[in-house]
C-alpha cells in the first residue's frame, strides 16, 4: 500500500446512473481504469436527485419516470498523479462533468486484513 497524506487532489465525475462504456456502466470503467493507473482510490456515489447541463431533473421518486440517477466517481491522489489521469476520461466521457479541488488527506489506511 502506497502512503499518501498530506496535500492532494481530488477528481470528481459527474455522469448518470445509465451512462455505458461497451454496454456497462460508465461509472465502473473509470472505476476499473482508475485501478489500472495505480490511483490511491476511487469511491462511486449514487445520487437521490439532480439536474446537469440539460436541466432536466433526475429523482429516485416513485411517481417519477426519470431513473438515471446522478452518479460521482470520486478519485483522490497526489496531483500529479490525478492530473495525469485526466486525459483517460476523454476517451470515455460523451457528456457530463468533471472538477479538480485540492484537499488534504489526514487518513489514508486499510482496514486490518483488508487487501486494498
Known sequence: MRHLSGRALRLIVHVGEDDVWHHRPLYHEIVRRARDAGLAGASVLRGIEGYGANSLIHTSSLLSLSED?????????????????VPELEELLDGGMVTLDEVEVVRYAARNGDRS
Request: aromatic share 6%; hydrophobic share 60%; proline share 12%.
Open 69 to 85: 440517477l446522478p452518479v460521482a466517481v470520486v478519485i483522490v491522489d497526489e496531483p500529479e498523479r490525478v492530473r495525469a489521469f
